[in-house]
């Protein structure tokens, strides 16, 4: 996968989320440092994560536990 523009958040979980609509691929870096990859995330879902007021809820309401994921090693930052 080519490398996703990673937008910061507010929020206390993750400090930065990015797309990659060709692959349908919601990179998510977790406050932690650990980053994944969540596939088959529609557009929608991502525009509506970065819109979201909480990121750590509408995470877990619609993201964690619905789409196949993958922990990523990615360079230091």
């Known amino acids: 996968m080519a490398d ?3 937008h910061p958040v507010d929020s206390s979980m993750m400090s930065h989320i990015g797309y ?4 349908k691929t919601l990179t998510i870096l977790f406050q932690s440092g ?3 990859e969540y ?5 929608q879902v ?15 309401g619609m993201i964690d536990d619905c789409y196949p ?3 990523v090693k990615g360079r230091r930052r």
């Open 34 to 36: 650990k980053r994944y």
């Open 4 to 6: 996703v523009t990673l």
């Open 69 to 71: 994921y993958r922990q």
């Open 20 to 23: 990659d609509p060709a692959s």
């Open 46 to 60: 991502f525009d509506d994560f970065l819109a979201a007021d909480s990121k750590g809820s509408y995470f877990r």
């Open 39 to 43: 596939d088959g995330v529609e557009q």
